[in-house]
């Protein structure tokens, strides 16, 4: 009989439970009505923008796109048309290149200017604004600055005679011109990355540093027993968006070299600007888009299940 009793009132309870749990969320939901309308313009935004071109990319990759006689769907021919193309290889090499050289060149550098920025006693808020200062450089006017420094008879060339090096044409010299290119790009973007680094140094607690200093350790080990463990994460995140974004550069490869000498410098995603916007044929560049898209997809979800615990 008690079980009995015990059995109707949980069944009782129930009933009450879910009816809480659903005025609940209704309060919840009027509480943060006006958040949630707030989003909507850019969620809106995203959407049109964002998302919408990306499907209508995937669409057109199976279609010939003519603007005065219309569209003509062609199947998979524009895939067709880019896999048998040999500079689909030669961009997909420059490419892997390019953002090898963006690792070994320019991807510590922010990990370092934000460590050592970190640690300066005085002076840290005129340092952080001049190592961002490049950054803000408009792109044309970098591109003239580098191209005077990397000049045979400009500053660079000129410093390296003094200790009587011969001058290199580090733009037109096909062993130079890429490693050329990473250099200008670390020292324009690398302000933008160091201030992400130095948020994720500073909020690093300062007590495990006066532990780590009352035992006797030193700088160094500081830096590698707390600092770097703790950016782990960051530095992975980091590293995700640095090869999502050297795959999609072309910027400074069209500007500076149009993808010369020797298309050295003609990289995958230059390779689709000039199928769509030089040769005018949009079907295949969009396919080009497309396997990118496939491509930079798969890396997203493994960055996600490799960080799947901090979310």
């Not at 591109?143 to 045979?152: A, E, H, Q, T, V």
Request: glycine letters at 8%; charged letters at 15%.
């Amino acid at each position: 009989m008690e079980e009995t009793m015990v059995s109707v009132g949980k069944i009782q309870k129930e009933p009450k439970r879910k009816a809480g749990n659903s005025l609940k969320r209704t309060s919840n939901f009027k509480k943060y009505m006006w958040g949630y309308l707030f989003l909507v313009p850019v969620v809106v935004i995203f959407i049109i923008f964002l998302w919408v071109p990306i499907f209508k990319g995937i669409v057109y990759s199976f279609y010939n796109i003519d603007f005065v006689k219309g569209n003509t769907f062609v199947g998979l021919e524009n895939y067709k048309t880019i896999l048998s193309n040999p500079d689909l290889m030669l961009s997909i090499k420059n490419t892997l290149y390019y953002m090898l050289l963006a690792l070994i060149i320019g991807f510590w550098v922010p990990i370092a200017a934000s460590i050592a920025i970190s640690e300066l006693r005085f002076f840290q808020g005129f340092v952080r604004i001049a190592a961002y200062l490049p950054y803000v450089v408009p792109g044309v006017v970098l591109y003239g600055l580098w191209r005077w420094m990397y000049d045979p008879v400009g500053p660079i060339n000129a410093f390296l005679g003094l200790f009587g090096v011969e001058s290199v044409s580090f733009v037109s010299d096909s062993r130079f011109s890429m490693i050329s290119l990473v250099t200008m790009e670390t020292w324009q973007q690398f302000g933008s990355a160091m201030l992400i680094y130095l948020a994720g140094v500073l909020s690093i607690p300062k007590d495990w540093y006066e532990a780590a200093e009352i035992d006797g350790a030193g700088v160094w080990n500081r830096i590698r027993y707390i600092t770097i463990p703790s950016l782990k994460s960051l530095i992975i995140l980091m590293l995700i968006l640095q090869i999502i974004g050297t795959s999609q550069a072309y910027q400074s490869q069209l500007a500076m070299l149009d993808g010369g000498p020797n298309k050295v410098t003609m990289t995958y995603a230059l390779l689709t600007v000039k199928y769509a916007f030089t040769q005018l044929n949009y079907g295949a560049g969009t396919a080009l888009g497309v396997l990118m898209f496939i491509v930079l997809s798969v890396l997203g979800i493994l960055q996600f299940r490799m960080n799947r615990e901090e979310y």
